[in-house]
């Protein structure tokens, strides 16, 4: 998780020396975060027949934020909370994607996750460095309304996606409908209706066997 | 460009019948917007092989909004700044994505891309639909700080990508380097020191040969 040893995007290609120095370091970080789009995830895409990853995923919460705001059972600042789901991610640069249902890759999840928030965060100018961890901080402690709807489209966006493949990670080995509405739930704390909405859906999926019951099957 | 005669992405797994019909609306356009995630650019990648999509280039001009907002000569609103790259580039979903230094294609862009932008926002519920496309031809008309500012942020991206790319699109059989300063000085528009930075590249990536001179070489 060392910034000083690892190579950076812009070292393929040096930026012309005489730039203004801020601008440059607010540049190196712009094009570092192009890696965001090489971070794959479980979903699978509901328009063609690969996996997501991560920079679409950040765009289609981004969408989801302006379109389903109304639905946040607290205001919230509309702006601020797509920033939050635009950047949420931007720490898997160099942690990795952790799957949702995979709880041993999430045991040091959170140590691997602040390293690389210094790291990648760390290429911009002090003030907007700060800015942006805190903004991190934000999404992560979900205090605060937009912390928490920022997080239900995080959790809603790939249960649609299950939703359009039938199945998708819902079909983890091991994995149960009851973990997915577990793991789902925290939908709830930000939105009642978008919820209910989800639980119809994770429902639907297990009644028509796209996701396990406990019982074992007759 | 009748959205009666086009399949929707939710179709192939309709969402259940007792969904508030609103939500329905919301949920089915924002299944159908996956679709951008499939609409190939020009541009290549800094962090991969290969070309980049239109979801992953809408993400990326939004970190640039939240990065170099600064760098606008007249103030802009953050917020709204960024749903407009965010959305700039939907109608592409249907419309396809018009290559910037494709002229031909360029001729009936404005009337495809119309027809398209009353496709896809037309799935919202129609107060929605009404906003998308006010905020979609604000973008395309360039009058406010805003839109000119988000243009700007659309023409700079690739080109850090081509500068990365050492040519990239910049190489395109026929584009000279006054071509794509021409093509660029957009970005003039919005800002002045992101203007002289993106001249400097372009200056900088003529003089290694990425982008050719108009003068026949010796």
New interface residues.
Partial sequence: MNAERRNL??E??P??D???ER?RA??T???E??????VLRQSP????DRR??D??H???L???V???AE?ADEPID???T??LV??HDLVEIYAGDTPLYDSAAGVDQQDRECAAADAIFGL?PVD?ARHMRSLWDEFEERRTPEARFAKAMDRLQPL??N????GGTWRTPGVLADDVRARKAVIGEASS??WA?GR??ID?GERRGWARSAAPEA
């Fill in positions: 995007l812009v393929y290609t930026l012309p005489d730039l203004d601008l607010q540049l970080f712009l094009i975060v192009d890696r965001l789009k090489t895409l509901a328009a063609a997501e990853n920079a679409e950040s765009w289609h981004a969408m989801m302006t379109v389903l639905h509309l702006g601020r797509i920033e635009l950047l911009l907007q649609l996606l939703w359009m493949a039938r209706s978008l909405a119809r859906l639907e």
